[in-house]
């Protein structure tokens, strides 16, 4: 995705506002890929320190790519751990979506996910149907429970992975910041989630562009759209895959059904909503598994 200014008239402009208000851009790198985000204000704000502390506060809690965040030492058997707001929020929403998907939204695929080689460790291993079937004894987010702060496993094994949510949740997060310090109209977009609020400098809801799910690496959009007051996000498998020797493609998307990752001839699903941007997130993955 990319944010995309159009050719039509600043209606702004034209009620005498077009220098009032000036558009200001934040860019750098966060979860594992970069992030953008754009301001339309009459006023200078300075939001890097804060964004960045909001950013550490995330990963802290939801990272798996990070030994010592929450979420690495639950999974690591640590049952001592209180989780804080966030975590909280994340685990809630995660518990409404696999209700509302019937389980094809669901974090506790997270050895399933690692095994298949698209996890923190990377590693790449040939598992075969039993090791499939072990470790879906342990899947299912009916099995885990929030009491009391604290995370409880029916399976002490079974490994917690919100990234499929993660990344949309902090981008909601920076964005209600931004509107905490009275800007209505900006748009987040982190590795190509983005959360779109009020109207560009123009005057005109945000026009982004939908990337086009090339096999061969390339890069070209497939068409543009109008973000009102909306979230969007996108799960695809033609970047994330690997190829076994024997010749089979495995993608990143782990079905909580079967517990395989084999490639389907749906390459992407974009989701587009009036919500936060962690629910078009868990809702694009559901709809590609």
Request: one cysteine or more; aromatic letters at 12%.
């Amino acid at each position: 995705f990319f944010q995309a200014e159009d050719g039509i008239r600043d209606s702004w402009a034209s009620r005498g506002l077009g220098d009032v208000y000036k558009r200001q851009n934040l860019e750098g790198f966060v979860f594992g890929t970069t992030y953008k985000i754009t301001l339309v204000t009459n006023q200078k704000h300075d939001f890097q320190k804060s964004i960045d502390s909001l950013f550490f506060l995330v990963n802290k809690s939801l990272s798996t790519y990070i030994p010592t965040s929450d979420i690495s030492k639950i999974n690591s058997g640590d049952s001592t751990i209180l989780v804080d707001k966030l975590f909280i929020e994340v685990f809630q929403k995660s518990k409404r979506i696999f209700k509302e998907t019937a389980g094809y939204f669901d974090p506790t695929v997270g050895n399933l996910v690692n095994a298949w080689g698209f996890g923190p460790n990377d590693s790449k291993k040939e598992i075969d149907s039993l090791d499939i079937k072990k470790m879906m004894q342990l899947v299912g987010f009916d099995k885990v429970q929030l009491k009391n702060r604290t995370v409880e496993k029916q399976f002490q094994e079974t490994y917690l992975d919100f990234n499929s949510i993660a990344k949309g949740f902090g981008i909601d997060v920076v964005g209600r910041f931004i509107e905490t310090k009275s800007v209505q109209n900006y748009l987040v977009e982190i590795g190509g989630e983005i959360r779109a609020r009020g109207k560009n400098k123009k005057g005109n809801f945000w026009k982004v562009a939908i990337e086009k799910p090339n096999t061969d690496g390339s890069q070209s959009f497939q068409t543009a759209i109008q973000l009102k007051n909306e979230s969007m996000a996108t799960s695809g498998n033609y970047r994330k895959f690997r190829i076994t020797k024997s010749g089979e493609k495995y993608v990143h998307t782990v079905n909580p059904k079967t517990g395989f990752a084999k490639e389907s001839n749906l390459l992407s699903a974009s989701v587009i909503a009036n919500s936060d941007c962690a629910d078009v997130d868990a809702y694009a993955t559901a709809f590609m598994a």
